[in-house]
């Protein structure tokens, strides 16, 4: 496991756009799954590359990103989410949940 779910922390956007809205809450969940089990989304080689010497070395960065299904893009301009674990390294480290605009 990457994540350490107590550290998990969601934008105020992202939430907004979360509330009330079990589909979108499970949209989000999954994409929090899929990048603990190292499933990065759509990033192309370079950051792949990157997460993998993060998680190689235990330290550093992990980016993921997952674009968001038509189905869920009402009242939101944003076509993907990124998820962000700041650093491997430091055992408290936040993993966050955020529109690219967000960063």
Known sequence: MI??????????YVADWADDDIERQAWL????????????????HDDRAANQLAIRRH???LL??????ESLTADTD???????TDDLDDPDTAT?????SDY
């Open 96 to 100: 966050t949940i955020l529109w690219p």
């Open 3 to 12: 994540v350490d779910p107590s550290t998990v922390v969601i934008t105020a």
């Open 78 to 84: 944003e076509d993907a989410v990124w998820i962000i």
């Open 29 to 44: 969940a999954e994409c929090l799954a899929r990048h603990d089990n190292g499933d990065w989304g759509d990033l192309d």
């Open 59 to 61: 330290e550093g960065r």
């Open 64 to 69: 993921s990103r997952f674009v968001v299904p």
